[in-house]
């Protein structure tokens, strides 16, 4: 069962980012996708800032990164890039600390001037790092965000669930097509296929790997 690691980037105790990838992490593990959630605010900030991976804790983030075989990485938008927080944990990881991996970017932002960033500056980086694909992410917009009475948790308005479903169905279609055959892809044409890859269970012979059965 292919695995799914969502990394998020916010130094916020309440986070839109967060919020945004435990909802893609909900969407895959309903298709069958082990699925984990690594918050970069929680890991020791300043081992992580001297770079000192021997922390057991960081250790651990960089083995679930490297036994991921796909990753979410999520980030606010900061001064129209990635957020620092998000960068510590990426200058820490090996310099081909993606490779073979599948990526999903996400963004949140508050303005829509910067919707381009993930393309400007997150993809080159995560390129750089080896990913194998980075699909096509998501940048959700604070007005996007709905919170509860509790003011700590936040779902998503209507079009922008949409647009993240959209996002992670890419994303489960690329780890699936890695997955599957690769004489299946073409069947029905690529909407077909994305329809299956979001909702049939990853024991679909579609789906299956080849080579693990
Ligand atoms: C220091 C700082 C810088 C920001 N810079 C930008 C920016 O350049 N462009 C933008 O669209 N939003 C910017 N924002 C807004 C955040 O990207 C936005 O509120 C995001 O949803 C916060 O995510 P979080 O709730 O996960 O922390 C900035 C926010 C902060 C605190």
């Keep these: 069962m292919p695995t799914v690691l969502a990394i998020s980037g916010s130094p916020s105790g309440t986070s839109r980012t967060v919020a945004a990838a435990e909802s893609a992490l909900d969407r895959l593990e309903v298709l069958g996708f082990a699925v ?3 918050a970069v605010r929680d890991l020791p900030a300043a081992d992580l800032l001297a770079g000192k991976t021997s922390n057991p804790e960081i250790r651990r983030a960089l083995d679930e990164i490297a036994a991921a075989d796909g990753v979410i990485v999520a980030t606010p938008i900061y001064k129209a890039s990635y957020s620092g927080v998000l ?3 990426l200058d820490v990881l090996p310099q081909r600390g993606l490779a073979g991996k599948t990526v999903l970017p996400l963004a949140t932002g508050g303005s829509l001037a910067h919707l381009l960033a993930v393309d400007y500056a997150l993809r080159p980086v995560l390129t750089s790092l080896g990913a194998r694909h980075v699909v096509e992410g998501a940048f959700l917009l604070d007005s ?4 509860d009475a509790t003011g700590i948790r936040y779902t998503l308005a209507p079009d922008a669930d949409l647009r993240l479903d959209d996002a992670v169905g890419g994303f489960a279609m690329a780890l699936g097509m890695m997955y599957g055959p690769r004489h299946e892809v073409g069947r029905g044409g690529l909407a077909a296929h994305r329809r299956h890859a979001l909702f049939a269970p990853l024991d679909d012979p579609m789906l299956r790997d080849p ?3």
């Design 211 to 213: 080579v693990r059965g």
């Design 36 to 38: 984990r959630h690594l």
């Design 87 to 89: 960068k510590a944990l």
């Design 144 to 147: 996007a965000f709905v919170s």
